[in-house]
C-alpha cells in the first residue's frame, strides 16, 4: 500500500459512499439536464422572473454543488478510484433490483421508524462518516449533525471531518457515532476514545477498507489546505508545533497512522471502551462471522462508495450473504450507491437494519449547508413512504424479501 495515498485518505476523506447513475461525464450531464429541465419551469407567469427550481432529488444537489465548489474539491467527493468500476457498480446493482409490490394491500400509512443499536430513529437512513466537510461549507460536520438531529436519526463523524470530537457534540443533541482511523501512536488513540466516550457518543466505527488511488485528485493535486490539516492534526490530539511548516506536517501526516492492524486492534478498543463497536467495510461473509466471533455490535457492508480498491462487487450485492453470515448475531448495515427512496427499501428487504449515505448529504451539504442536508433527509424519506405505500408495507419490519423479484 502507498503510504502517502493512505495517509491523505485520512487527513482528507475516507467516508464518502457512492455515486450518482453513472458516474461519468454522460451521468453529470444527465443530472445537469433535470436541472436546466426544471428551471425551464421554473417561471413566474406573471412576472416573467425565473424562479429557483424545488430540489427534486439527490442529482439535483450533485449538479448544485459541481456549480458551486472549486473543481478539485467537487471531484474529490465526487470521483472514485481508477477506473471508478466499483463507484458505478454501486449505483447499477440498486437498478437491476425489481421491485415486485402486491395489489390492494389497503395500506394508507407508514411509520418509517427503526431502531439501530437499540437507539430509536425516524427513518432507516443514517449519514455516514464524511471527512472534509469543512470544504464543502463553513459549517461542516456541525451542519450535517444540526440536520441529522433535526431528522431524528443519526450523524456518523468522520475523525476528519474538520471539526473536533466536543465541537461536534456541542453542534446538537441528536445521537452521534464516531468513526476512527487509528492512530499508530496509541496514547494518542486511546486519549481519542476516552474523549468520544465523555462526549457522549453512542459507537465506534472502525473503518478497516484502506488505501486510495484517484486519478482525479492526482490530476488536481488535491491536497487540504495548510490551516485545515493543522487543525485535523490537533483535533485527533497530536501534538503539532505553531513553527511546524506544511511540508513538515504532511511528513507528519504519513506517518502517523497504523496501516498494520490485525483483528486484536477490537480487543484493544474494547479495554478502553463499552460503547458499541462497529467494523465498516465488510465485503465476505468469512470477515462478518470473524467480527460476529469477536463481539462486535454491528457491521457496515460497504466498499467505501468506490473510493478504495477499483473492482470491488456493489455492496448491495454482497448484503444478503453478509446477513446470512451474522444470521441475527450483529445488527448490519449498508452504504455504498443509495441515491433513492427505493434503494432504502431494496436494502432493508435484503436484510439491512438501515442504510447510510454519504455523497447525498456531502452534495446537499455544498448547495445549501444544513437546510441542504436537511432537504436531502427528506426527499428521501418521501420517497421510501412512497416506494412502502406502493408495496403494502405499513413499518419498515413489513419490508421483506418478497417485494424483489426473485
Request: net charge positive; proline share 4%.
Amino acid at each position: 500500500m502507498n503510504r502517502r495515498s493512505f495517509s491523505q485518505a485520512v487527513a482528507l476523506g475516507a467516508g464518502t459512499l457512492g455515486a450518482w447513475c453513472n458516474e461519468t461525464s454522460a451521468g453529470d450531464g444527465l443530472a445537469a439536464a433535470t436541472v436546466r429541465s426544471n428551471q425551464a419551469s421554473g417561471t413566474n407567469s406573471q412576472t416573467g422572473t425565473q424562479q429557483a427550481p424545488d430540489r427534486a432529488c439527490v442529482a439535483d444537489y450533485q449538479e448544485l454543488a459541481k456549480a458551486k465548489l472549486p473543481r478539485a474539491t467537487y471531484e474529490y467527493v465526487t470521483t472514485g478510484t481508477t477506473e471508478e468500476i466499483t463507484l458505478r457498480e454501486n449505483v447499477a446493482a440498486f437498478q437491476r433490483l425489481k421491485l415486485y409490490p402486491p395489489l390492494l394491500t389497503g395500506v394508507a400509512e407508514v411509520d418509517t421508524a427503526t431502531t439501530v443499536l437499540q437507539q430509536p430513529i425516524a427513518l432507516p437512513i443514517l449519514l455516514a462518516p464524511v471527512a472534509g466537510q469543512s470544504l464543502f461549507h463553513a459549517d461542516g460536520v456541525l451542519a450535517s449533525a444540526r440536520a441529522a438531529a433535526a431528522a431524528k436519526t443519526i450523524l456518523g463523524m468522520s475523525s476528519g471531518a474538520g471539526h473536533s470530537v466536543e465541537e461536534v457534540a456541542a453542534a446538537s443533541d441528536g445521537p452521534k457515532w464516531f468513526q476512527i482511523y487509528m492512530p499508530k501512536d496509541r496514547v494518542v488513540a486511546r486519549r481519542l476514545i476516552e474523549r468520544v466516550d465523555r462526549s457522549g457518543f453512542k459507537a465506534i466505527v472502525l473503518t478497516v477498507d484502506l488505501g486510495e488511488r484517484k486519478d482525479a485528485d492526482k490530476r488536481n493535486r488535491f491536497a487540504l489546505p495548510e490551516p485545515t490539516l493543522r487543525k485535523h492534526l490537533r483535533d485527533i490530539g497530536f501534538t503539532i508545533r505553531d513553527n511546524m511548516s506544511y511540508a513538515q506536517m504532511l511528513a507528519f501526516n504519513n506517518a502517523a497512522w497504523d496501516l498494520t492492524m490485525s483483528w486484536d486492534i477490537f480487543g484493544w478498543m474494547r479495554s478502553i471502551s463499552r460503547l458499541p463497536l462497529l467494523i465498516k467495510g465488510v465485503l465476505r461473509p468469512d470477515d462478518a462471522r470473524k467480527a460476529v466471533s469477536l463481539g462486535l455490535n454491528g457491521i457496515v457492508v460497504s466498499n467505501h462508495g468506490g473510493r478504495r480498491l477499483d473492482g470491488m462487487p456493489a455492496s448491495i450485492d454482497q448484503l444478503p450473504s453478509i446477513v446470512e453470515a451474522v444470521n441475527g448475531r450483529a445488527e448490519v448495515l449498508l452504504d455504498s450507491g443509495v441515491r433513492r427512496g427505493t434503494d432504502v427499501l431494496k436494502a432493508l428487504a435484503l436484510g439491512a437494519k438501515a442504510v447510510l449515505i454519504g455523497r447525498p448529504y456531502a452534495w446537499a451539504l455544498a448547495a445549501d449547508g444544513e437546510a441542504g442536508v436537511a432537504k436531502v433527509l427528506d426527499l428521501l424519506r418521501e420517497e421510501l413512504i412512497s416506494a412502502m405505500l406502493a408495496c403494502g408495507c405499513r413499518n419498515v419490519r413489513e419490508v421483506h424479501r418478497s417485494l424483489l423479484v426473485p
